[in-house]
């Protein structure tokens, strides 16, 4: 027999089974598109399977079944999602997925059953859906959303260029001007301008090796999560992946077939499941932590050596302001730069840009003078 303990789980664990069922047959009836209509009744139906298991063993154990009524937050979802759409309570539930996707893992009960996998299961399904359903839409018109975003690699690319390239501009010509205020030499101003530099691009390139180092290991992670996951469950690996298709658009019959077509291969199915489900690339891992380092080095490099390259020609007022005139053109070309990413018009950009920097600038010369005075 089970203990109090065992029993207050189970019944729990029936509570949540039975909110997060009620939940999902609310999306499918406000849910215009099929497909997804079809999908939350599925997820509600692996729900309702595993209610009735924790009934059964809440009987086996000489209790009676409770009641059950919805709590306010699962009425307030359903009444959210009947009235303005399914897809706006998405970020919602994707986050209780997400904490409840593993609250399966120690209890033996659910393992016996293959409940853990089919939690963390759903949990990529809803992650999924939350992108894929922007404002709604789904089916064949997500398929030419998908491909919009995958697009925009570039535009991620350049953004992350500019934006490196004017925290080394801005930080490097706020620390120079600082300098400056205090009436130092210039070969003093000189040096403090390399020092920033490396200080500055070397915390740059250490900080994003760290950041794509650990999602690499994070995804490599979730790989051998999901190698283990469809060896000892490749049934449920086969259903999510066929909810992801539906999802895309195609029938659940074609869903189901493709999707067993792709897992049959041995060779290919983890790849398909990394890339499907998961959103990774096998083979990239999402880069190289090395070249992310160095490209963040010498792009924060780039900028910062903007303001401080004059001072190797000597100082006074005269190098001051052409490091200023220099540093200005050099903030006006970024957020040029910045108008490809975000189109906004170019003087709106550019003209901000350089506000920013000059009231930064100012600050730290101002800040230099005062303090040098006091110290002279």
């Given at each position: 027999m089970a203990t109090e303990a065992d029993?207050?789980?189970f019944k729990a664990n029936l509570r949540d089974e039975r909110e997060s069922s009620t939940l999902?047959?609310?999306l499918a009836a406000a849910e215009k598109d099929p497909h997804l209509a079809e999908i939350y009744q599925r997820l509600a139906g692996v729900e309702d399977r595993h209610a009735t298991h924790w009934e059964d063993y809440i009987r086996q154990n000489g209790q009676s079944v409770p009641a059950y009524q919805a709590g306010w937050r699962?009425?307030?979802?359903?009444f959210l999602a009947g009235h303005f759409g399914a897809a706006?309570?998405?970020?919602?539930?994707?986050s209780m997925e997400k904490g409840a996707s593993h609250t399966y893992d120690q209890q033996p009960e659910a393992q016996a059953l293959g409940m853990p996998a089919e939690e963390r299961s759903h949990a990529r399904v809803f992650s999924y859906l939350r992108t894929a359903t922007r404002g709604g839409i789904a089916g064949s018109t997500l398929a030419q959303l998908e491909g919009r975003h995958r697009n925009t690699g570039g535009g991620n690319a350049l953004r992350a260029a500019v934006l490196g390239a004017s925290d080394g501009l801005t930080s490097n010509m706020s620390l120079v001007m600082g300098v400056a205020g205090a009436d130092l030499s210039g070969h003093a101003i000189l040096l403090t301008g390399i020092a920033g530099l490396l200080a500055g691009a070397l915390s740059m390139a250490i900080g994003e090796w760290l950041s794509v180092q650990s999602a690499r290991e994070l995804y490599a992670h979730q790989i051998d999560v999901e190698r283990q996951e469809l060896q000892d469950v490749p049934q449920e690996e086969q259903e999510e992946l066929t909810l992801i298709y539906q999802a895309k658009g195609l029938q659940e019959q074609e869903a189901q077939d493709l999707a067993k077509r792709l897992l049959s291969d041995k060779d290919s199915a983890l790849d398909t499941l990394a890339r499907e489900e998961l959103g990774i690339d096998p083979d990239e891992l999402g880069g190289s932590a090395w070249q992310a380092a160095i490209t963040s080095f010498l792009l924060f490099a780039a900028g910062a050596v903007i303001p401080a390259a004059p001072f190797a020609f000597g100082g006074g007022l005269g190098i001051?302001?052409?490091s200023?005139?220099?540093?200005?053109?050099?903030?006006?070309?970024?957020g040029a730069g910045i108008t490809?990413?975000?189109?906004?018009?170019?003087?709106?950009?550019?003209g901000r840009q350089v506000l920013f920097g000059l009231a930064a600038a100012g600050?730290?010369?101002?800040?230099?003078?005062?303090?040098?005075?006091?110290?002279?």
């Amino acid at each position: 027999m089970a203990t109090e303990a065992d029993i207050a789980r189970f019944k729990a664990n029936l509570r949540d089974e039975r909110e997060s069922s009620t939940l999902y047959k609310a999306l499918a009836a406000a849910e215009k598109d099929p497909h997804l209509a079809e999908i939350y009744q599925r997820l509600a139906g692996v729900e309702d399977r595993h209610a009735t298991h924790w009934e059964d063993y809440i009987r086996q154990n000489g209790q009676s079944v409770p009641a059950y009524q919805a709590g306010w937050r699962i009425r307030a979802l359903s009444f959210l999602a009947g009235h303005f759409g399914a897809a706006t309570v998405l970020p919602m539930v994707t986050s209780m997925e997400k904490g409840a996707s593993h609250t399966y893992d120690q209890q033996p009960e659910a393992q016996a059953l293959g409940m853990p996998a089919e939690e963390r299961s759903h949990a990529r399904v809803f992650s999924y859906l939350r992108t894929a359903t922007r404002g709604g839409i789904a089916g064949s018109t997500l398929a030419q959303l998908e491909g919009r975003h995958r697009n925009t690699g570039g535009g991620n690319a350049l953004r992350a260029a500019v934006l490196g390239a004017s925290d080394g501009l801005t930080s490097n010509m706020s620390l120079v001007m600082g300098v400056a205020g205090a009436d130092l030499s210039g070969h003093a101003i000189l040096l403090t301008g390399i020092a920033g530099l490396l200080a500055g691009a070397l915390s740059m390139a250490i900080g994003e090796w760290l950041s794509v180092q650990s999602a690499r290991e994070l995804y490599a992670h979730q790989i051998d999560v999901e190698r283990q996951e469809l060896q000892d469950v490749p049934q449920e690996e086969q259903e999510e992946l066929t909810l992801i298709y539906q999802a895309k658009g195609l029938q659940e019959q074609e869903a189901q077939d493709l999707a067993k077509r792709l897992l049959s291969d041995k060779d290919s199915a983890l790849d398909t499941l990394a890339r499907e489900e998961l959103g990774i690339d096998p083979d990239e891992l999402g880069g190289s932590a090395w070249q992310a380092a160095i490209t963040s080095f010498l792009l924060f490099a780039a900028g910062a050596v903007i303001p401080a390259a004059p001072f190797a020609f000597g100082g006074g007022l005269g190098i001051v302001a052409i490091s200023l005139a220099l540093s200005i053109v050099g903030l006006f070309i970024i957020g040029a730069g910045i108008t490809l990413t975000t189109g906004v018009p170019l003087f709106k950009a550019a003209g901000r840009q350089v506000l920013f920097g000059l009231a930064a600038a100012g600050i730290t010369f101002g800040l230099g003078r005062l303090v040098g005075g006091r110290l002279g």
